[in-house]
């Protein structure tokens, strides 16, 4: 079944539009304002000081209607619900929570006030469609007369007038998504021809486009731009329901080391390069890395002051000199583009993709470009930044500098959504330096500590988003990563960096995969035990599931595919009390059917 995820009003037109779960958009237009928002009640929501709705205990909702209120000339916000029943419910509940102490006549005062209505008629058609007396109030009323009562206002809101003129019209629309395999790719052009016209439309910072109808029967047609300015055609949107498309561009980063033919005689034997940033994915070793990077082993322990050869995946390495301060992005070469239904689409064979062929050093033409591939789960650096710097620390102290609700949402990130208070004729209120006065909302909780402020998805949210992927719509909610099927989706088995998803009492817990250790999983994540920690968790755990970003499915398919083994002594040399994994843990393996290996 069908269901709806928010909804819009367009006041101009009299249309409200919903977003189904399945990509279609329905449309409601014609009849009264109250069918088209299942408003039955026609519903508002009371505001806060900047005028913006600010609902309080009205749930199930999914948008708002912004009116202007032709009795007072302000404008009215009405709660927009996803199918009669709820709106219909949420009329019950209102009326029985606020006036169940008042009767028929009382209650249209409160529900229907002089300002904008005709309160004397309102209340003369109450007492007569629900033949109630004038002095009982609402909490005596028998559940027949209560049914009459909602009944009666749903008929005096003009819920079913104008029948005839009803239309529900559903439109499939689809989502590009801009990946090079493994990223999502920012202010990617898109051209968009739907019956011979181009509209161009931009990725936003994760890679998407904004939604692409496409009416039944048409088609609408994806080209991109070349290398060399030519359009490409990469394919067609169709089909009776919305679709996610992956618009697969690659990209081969490089970090470029020229070197002349012939080294002059005076030249310094060993020059100093510039410094890049590098973050360890799994199965580096730092033999590996010196071998890559044509440096010394020791060279990279003291620019990046290592103890031991021990190196683990997420960290950020300095290569060719200490860690550059913000890291060093390599550039980039963009190869061919196509559109994949279902991000179904298969990176280029190796043969096709730029090799990288390194001189014999001292000889020769000038040394080749060195591949950087630094894609495996890019989230999982800010992880292990997490994991590595609130060690140890519980939620109360994580708190005061790093809320994790807050540093999901834009606005909370900037500080805030700042407004000005205004009197009742929308004039701005001083204080007695004589400034504005202001307050400060923000969207997310204001606090990581307390069962009832649970913060493992907001960590996970964070990692991703600081790595430029996506967070899920509800960030604070650890069903966002299974509803959000256009920004996440699942794999069979656990690799580096999959989002965990458990059930558990009371709801859900998400964590991120980092390894395989005695065959149990090694999942680093936030609110476990209060902390940011690394914790063992067994296979097969009740509603256990894997979720990555949408841009990262392909290369989570191919070369992302990696469970790596953990040395658990060295991880707790490395992060300290980070790791809440005990000897006994490690040695109580438990059976086959529950094992990793």
């Known amino acids: ?180 395999g493994s990223r999502p790719l920012a202010d990617e052009e898109i051209i968009l021809r739907l019956n011979g016209k181009d509209t161009t439309v931009k990725t936003n910072a994760y890679g998407q486009t904004p939604p692409i109808p496409h009416p039944n029967g048409q088609q609408v047609e994806a080209l991109h731009k070349q290398a060399n300015g030519e359009l490409k055609s990469v394919g067609k949107i169709a089909g009776e329901t919305g679709q996610h498309f992956s618009l697969q561009t690659w990209v081969e980063r490089f970090f470029a080391r020229p ?20 973050t360890v994915q799994p199965n580096d070793t730092l033999a590996k890395l010196a071998a890559r990077f044509s440096i010394p082993v020791e060279q990279i322990k003291r620019d990046n002051n290592l103890k031991s050869d021990k190196i683990f995946a997420g960290r950020q390495l300095g290569i060719y000199g200490p860690l550059p301060a913000g890291g060093a992005a390599p550039a980039v070469k963009r190869a061919a583009a196509k559109v994949d239904p279902q991000s179904k689409g298969k990176a280029p064979p190796a043969s096709k993709v730029a090799q990288t062929v390194r001189s014999k050093a001292a000889t020769g033409k000038p040394i080749a470009t060195v591949r950087v591939e630094q894609r495996m789960a890019p989230w999982m650096a800010v992880a292990y930044a997490e994991a590595k710097t609130y060690a140890g620390k519980d939620e109360e102290e994580i708190t005061k500098t790093h809320n994790y609700h807050r540093l999901v949402t834009d606005s909370d990130r900037a500080g805030g959504k700042v407004t000005i208070l205004k009197d009742k004729k929308g004039r701005p209120l001083l204080g007695k330096d004589g400034k504005p006065l202001t307050r400060t909302h923000f969207d997310g909780l204001s606090t990581l500590v307390g069962d009832h402020n649970p913060w493992c998805a907001s960590f996970v949210n964070y990692c991703l988003k600081e790595a430029k992927y996506a967070p899920g719509r509800r960030h604070m909610s650890t069903y966002t990563f299974g509803e959000d099927e256009d920004l996440f989706v699942r794999v069979k088995e656990p690799i580096y960096g999959a989002i965990r998803f458990t059930h558990r009492s009371g709801g859900g817990h998400v964590c991120l995969v980092y390894g395989v250790a005695a065959g149990k999983l090694v999942v680093v994540g936030g609110n476990q035990d209060n902390q940011i920690c690394f914790e063992l968790m067994n296979r097969g755990d009740k509603g256990e599931a894997f979720f990555v970003p949408v841009p990262y499915k392909d290369y989570a398919e191919k070369d992302g595919a990696v469970l790596p083994d953990v040395d658990v002594d060295a991880l707790k040399k490395e992060f300290g009390d980070a790791v809440r994994i005990s000897d006994e843990q490690i040695k109580a393996k438990k059976a086959d059917k529950s094992s990793y290996t």
Not at 62 to 70: D, K, M, Q, S
Not at 259 to 278: L, Q
């Open 1 to 180: 079944m069908a269901r709806f995820l928010s909804a819009t009003y367009h006041t101009d037109i009299k249309v409200a539009e919903f977003i189904c779960d399945d990509g279609r958009h329905l449309f409601r237009c014609g009849g009264t304002l109250p069918w088209r928002l299942n408003n039955a009640g026609d519903l508002m929501s009371p505001v806060n000081a900047d005028g913006k709705p600010a609902p309080k205990k009205t749930k199930n909702y999914i948008g708002f209607a912004a009116v202007p209120n032709r009795g007072n000339g302000k404008t009215s916000h009405f709660f927009i619900f996803p199918d009669y029943t709820a709106g219909r419910e949420q009329l019950a509940l209102s009326v029985k929570r606020l006036y169940a102490d008042k009767t028929l006549p009382e209650l249209v005062q409160k529900y229907a006030p002089p300002d904008s209505n005709n309160t004397a008629k309102y209340t003369e058609d109450l007492l007569k469609e629900t033949g109630v007396g004038a002095d009982r109030t609402i909490a005596e009323l028998s559940d027949a007369e209560f049914t009459k009562v909602l009944d009666s206002i749903e008929k005096i809101e003009g819920y079913h007038n104008e029948a005839d003129s009803r239309r529900e019209i559903w439109v499939p629309v689809s989502r590009i998504t801009a990946t090079d």
């Open 259 to 278: 070197a002349p033919d012939k080294a002059p005689a005076n030249a310094n034997p060993s020059p100093r390069r510039a410094a890049m940033a590098y």
